[in-house]
């Protein structure tokens, strides 16, 4: 039987492999990806992929069922927030009439928020969760994860999530960045089955991810893990002293002069300000696994040295927040409050959390990320498409909490793109504003292939922009499928701008049912995520569909294939969605309309071969592609090429007027 929305159930966890630690050191569980190029000589490590979660489609007000509730145990953390930017919890359960609210704390700056890095306890309190950890918990086994580990179910719209919790219990009220419970999130489990094994090659692990994404905690439960298995483990978060766990008990150790064996133990280092770097004498003696802040200039050196695997930590779902800021927080955070911190400032925990709590704290950060933006563009506006390692020349302090995203790339690579669209509406209107109309005319942020996803999306927003906005004229859209032997004037269709204001559309396969809004043609749809499986609008009007396309020359030969794969699935919706007349016909034309910068349609082939490239399909001549720059003025093709390069194609030549 289906469950209600928000409903909770909750369960404990059997024993078996999932977190059993003989499977973290198992040479079969070596981390998936592909070997990066070499730096100084040096081998980098594969890289950590984590599979990508599908998001809910709507964030309702979530009801919970009390079941197995686990105790939330506070503690003393600046501004009032855990390493990951938690609330501190109350020492009730979840039931509401049992919950005593706090009083809330003034709310954080900006700066506060950007300045909060890894929380540690006072190394007493420490020393004390470390000792009481070994002696409840060491080499227990699944003995120890039963009374420690449960789930619950949690349903958010249409989509339903297994969650993991860790609950420690009493005595360790800031053991995880200032409470003794934690989400256990699939990418922990990914990301320990995936770590390497010691190595005369491999000398160490780097764990890096998003300011607040979970990296101390991942650190913490790796040593909760180590300790239930019974593996000796040394750990350190304080730049003077270093733990050493064993069968003996918990000795804490000076990190100056500190002289040990090698071994092929683990070593875990959760860095920050005051330890910028593991301990010489530890990393050169034992694996050292170490949580760095996401700025190459911090942990790029420290990496090749010890020819360190690079681990990322995958930025949170909406449905993890939402979860997350129902059942860890308390009290419990509004799902509409949390889901629109996620849509405006991103998938880090630390400021969904605060915004959600603080929601006037979201003008204040507005105006700071607009800051940023403006310092960042006097320098180089070309490094708002840098790719991850661009940026290691210059580390403007806010770079990861505002602006950039750090993830993965299809080759596994640590990536970087920008946070959410907002942001990228706002880098979008500062270009335009340093630079004016001419440096969108050579706009070239996404040549690279690096560049291609944050370039692509700041030329997406100011495309969409430019033509639903601005005077009533009169452009051009120019064929690139013109028939062979046509004229070398191409053929064009006109095009009234600005176009309506759009429409928000979920995705492709929900748009046919969209259509019922179109009854006063034209009528322009824009998704309300922007992926490779949307279009950046389409244009639906009374003889013919356009489908807008942001792209340059240089990308469209490799997705071409996919762009069709899109028409055509769409094909299939109209037909199972009874919308015959949407169909292309020769009454009725869909139109795929690439917006280029202006300087890249010289690259424009006029396609005598692009229309026999295509599948075939029943309706493929139906299908007219056009080229068009809003930047641009009248196009014409140069002449032909001599008779004895019948395949060489035409290219687009620009005309000013």
Same mark, same amino acid.
């Given at each position: 039987?289906?469950?209600?929305?928000?409903?909770?159930?909750?369960?404990?966890?059997?024993?078996?492999?999932?977190?059993?630690?003989?499977?973290?050191?198992?040479?079969?569980?070596?981390?998936?990806?592909?070997?990066?190029?070499?730096?100084?000589?040096?081998?980098?490590?594969?890289?950590?992929?984590?599979?990508?979660?599908?998001?809910?489609?709507?964030?309702?007000?979530?009801?919970?069922?009390?079941?197995?509730?686990?105790?939330?145990?506070?503690?003393?953390?600046?501004?009032?927030?855990?390493?990951?930017?938690?609330?501190?919890?109350?020492?009730?359960?979840?039931?509401?009439?049992?919950?005593?609210?706090?009083?809330?704390?003034?709310?954080?700056?900006?700066? %506060?928020?950007?300045?909060?890095?890894?929380?540690?306890?006072?190394?007493?309190?420490?020393? %004390?969760?470390?000792?009481?950890?070994?002696?409840?918990?060491?080499? =227990?086994?699944?003995?120890?994860?039963?009374?420690?580990?449960?789930?619950?179910?949690?349903?958010?719209?249409?989509?339903? /999530?297994?969650?993991?919790?860790?609950?420690?219990?009493?005595?360790?009220?800031?053991?995880?960045?200032?409470?003794?419970?934690?989400?256990?999130?699939?990418?922990?489990?990914?990301?320990?089955?995936?770590?390497?094994?010691?190595?005369?090659?491999?000398?160490?692990?780097?764990?890096?991810?998003?300011?607040?994404?979970?990296?101390?905690?991942?650190?913490?439960?790796?040593?909760?893990?180590?300790?239930?298995?019974?593996?000796?483990?040394?750990?350190?978060?304080?730049?003077?002293?270093?733990?050493?766990?064993?069968?003996?008990?918990?000795?804490?150790?000076?990190?100056?002069?500190?002289?040990?064996?090698?071994?092929?133990?683990?070593?875990?280092?959760?860095?920050?300000?005051?330890?910028?770097?593991?301990?010489?004498?530890?990393?050169?003696?034992?694996?050292?696994?170490?949580?760095?802040?996401?700025?190459?200039?911090?942990?790029?050196?420290?990496?090749?040295?010890?020819?360190?695997?690079?681990?990322?930590?995958?930025?949170?779902? /909406?449905?993890?927040?939402?979860?997350?800021?129902?059942?860890?927080?308390?009290?419990?955070?509004?799902?509409?409050?949390?889901?629109?911190?996620?849509?405006?400032?991103?998938?880090?925990?630390?400021?969904?959390?605060?915004?959600?709590?603080?929601?006037?704290?979201?003008?204040?950060?507005?105006?700071?990320?607009?800051?940023?933006?403006?310092?960042?563009?006097?320098?180089?506006?070309?490094?708002?498409?840098?790719?991850?390692?661009?940026?290691?020349?210059?580390?403007?302090?806010?770079?990861?909490?505002?602006?950039?995203?750090?993830?993965?790339?299809?080759?596994?690579?640590?990536?970087?793109?920008?946070?959410?669209?907002?942001?990228?509406?706002?880098?979008?209107?500062?270009?335009?504003?340093?630079?004016?109309?001419?440096?969108?005319?050579?706009?070239?942020?996404?040549?690279?292939?690096?560049?291609?996803?944050?370039?692509?999306?700041?030329?997406?927003?100011?495309?969409?922009?430019?033509?639903?906005?601005?005077?009533?004229?009169?452009?051009?859209?120019?064929?690139?499928?013109?028939?062979?032997?046509?004229?070398?004037?191409?053929?064009?269709?006109?095009?009234?701008?600005?176009?309506?204001?759009?429409?928000?559309?979920?995705?492709?396969?929900?748009?046919?049912?969209?259509?019922?809004?179109?009854?006063?043609?034209?009528?322009?749809?824009?998704? =309300?995520?922007?992926?490779?499986?949307?279009?950046?609008?389409?244009?639906?009007?009374?003889?013919?569909?356009?489908?807008?396309?942001?792209?340059?020359?240089?990308?469209?030969?490799?997705?071409?294939?996919?762009?069709?794969?899109?028409?055509?699935?769409?094909?299939?919706?109209? %037909?199972?969605?009874? =919308?015959?007349?949407?169909?292309?016909?020769?009454?009725?034309?869909?139109?795929?309309?690439?917006?280029?910068?202006?300087?890249?349609?010289?690259?424009?082939?006029?396609?005598?071969?692009?229309?026999?490239?295509?599948?075939?399909?029943?309706?493929?001549?139906?299908?007219?592609?056009?080229?068009?720059?809003?930047?641009?003025?009248?196009?014409?093709?140069?002449?032909?090429?001599?008779?004895?390069?019948?395949?060489?194609?035409?290219?687009?030549?620009?005309?000013?007027?």
């Amino acid at each position: 039987m289906a469950l209600p929305t928000g409903h909770i159930t909750s369960k404990e966890i059997p024993p078996g492999p999932n977190f059993s630690q003989d499977r973290l050191e198992n040479g079969d569980y070596m981390l998936y990806g592909v070997k990066a190029p070499k730096l100084h000589r040096r081998r980098r490590g594969v890289l950590v992929e984590v599979e990508k979660k599908n998001l809910g489609p709507t964030i309702p007000n979530v009801k919970r069922t009390r079941a197995v509730p686990l105790k939330q145990i506070g503690g003393d953390c600046p501004d009032e927030l855990g390493s990951e930017g938690f609330p501190l919890s109350g020492d009730k359960g979840l039931d509401s009439d049992s919950l005593v609210v706090p009083r809330l704390p003034p709310p954080p700056t900006p700066h %506060q928020l950007m300045a909060s890095g890894s929380y540690h306890p006072d190394k007493h309190t420490l020393t %004390q969760h470390i000792e009481s950890l070994h002696a409840k918990y060491w080499n =227990k086994g699944d003995a120890g994860r039963m009374a420690i580990y449960s789930t619950e179910t949690h349903q958010l719209g249409e989509e339903t /999530e297994v969650f993991s919790l860790m609950n420690l219990g009493p005595g360790f009220e800031t053991f995880f960045g200032g409470r003794s419970t934690i989400i256990v999130r699939d990418v922990f489990k990914e990301m320990s089955a995936a770590l390497p094994t010691p190595s005369a090659i491999t000398y160490g692990a780097v764990i890096i991810g998003q300011p607040g994404i979970g990296k101390s905690t991942f650190i913490h439960y790796l040593l909760v893990e180590r300790v239930l298995s019974g593996k000796r483990t040394m750990f350190q978060c304080h730049p003077d002293t270093i733990y050493e766990i064993c069968n003996g008990g918990v000795k804490a150790r000076p990190a100056f002069g500190f002289l040990p064996l090698s071994s092929p133990d683990w070593a875990l280092v959760d860095t920050s300000d005051s330890l910028p770097f593991p301990s010489l004498d530890l990393q050169d003696a034992y694996f050292t696994i170490a949580a760095f802040k996401p700025a190459p200039v911090d942990w790029q050196r420290w990496c090749y040295s010890q020819n360190a695997t690079i681990c990322v930590v995958k930025p949170w779902s /909406e449905h993890e927040i939402v979860y997350a800021g129902l059942r860890v927080c308390s009290p419990p955070l509004g799902a509409d409050r949390l889901q629109d911190a996620f849509l405006n400032h991103g998938p880090s925990p630390r400021l969904c959390f605060c915004f959600a709590q603080h929601s006037q704290c979201m003008a204040e950060w507005k105006q700071a990320t607009i800051r940023t933006i403006s310092e960042v563009a006097a320098r180089d506006p070309n490094l708002f498409a840098a790719s991850y390692f661009d940026t290691k020349e210059w580390d403007h302090p806010s770079l990861y909490h505002q602006v950039f995203l750090v993830g993965l790339s299809e080759t596994c690579a640590p990536q970087l793109s920008i946070i959410t669209p907002p942001v990228v509406r706002l880098i979008t209107e500062e270009i335009g504003r340093r630079g004016g109309p001419k440096i969108w005319e050579e706009f070239n942020m996404f040549k690279d292939p690096s560049y291609d996803d944050s370039g692509r999306r700041i030329w997406a927003s100011h495309s969409m922009s430019a033509i639903v906005e601005g005077e009533m004229r009169q452009t051009k859209l120019h064929y690139i499928t013109r028939p062979l032997g046509a004229d070398c004037v191409l053929e064009s269709v006109e095009l009234t701008l600005p176009l309506p204001n759009p429409l928000p559309y979920d995705s492709l396969e929900s748009w046919p049912q969209e259509l019922h809004k179109a009854q006063a043609c034209p009528i322009l749809f824009q998704p =309300k995520a922007r992926n490779e499986d949307t279009f950046d609008a389409i244009l639906v009007a009374p003889t013919h569909i356009a489908f807008f396309e942001t792209t340059i020359y240089y990308h469209i030969r490799t997705s071409i294939t996919k762009i069709y794969q899109r028409l055509d699935a769409l094909v299939g919706a109209l %037909q199972a969605a009874s =919308k015959a007349e949407r169909l292309p016909s020769e009454s009725y034309k869909w139109r795929l309309v690439f917006l280029v910068p202006k300087h890249d349609l010289t690259e424009w082939e006029s396609g005598p071969r692009w229309r026999t490239e295509f599948p075939e399909s029943s309706w493929k001549e139906h299908l007219d592609l056009f080229v068009f720059s809003p930047e641009a003025g009248v196009l014409e093709v140069k002449k032909s090429p001599p008779e004895n390069y019948p395949d060489f194609p035409p290219f687009l030549g620009i005309l000013q007027y």
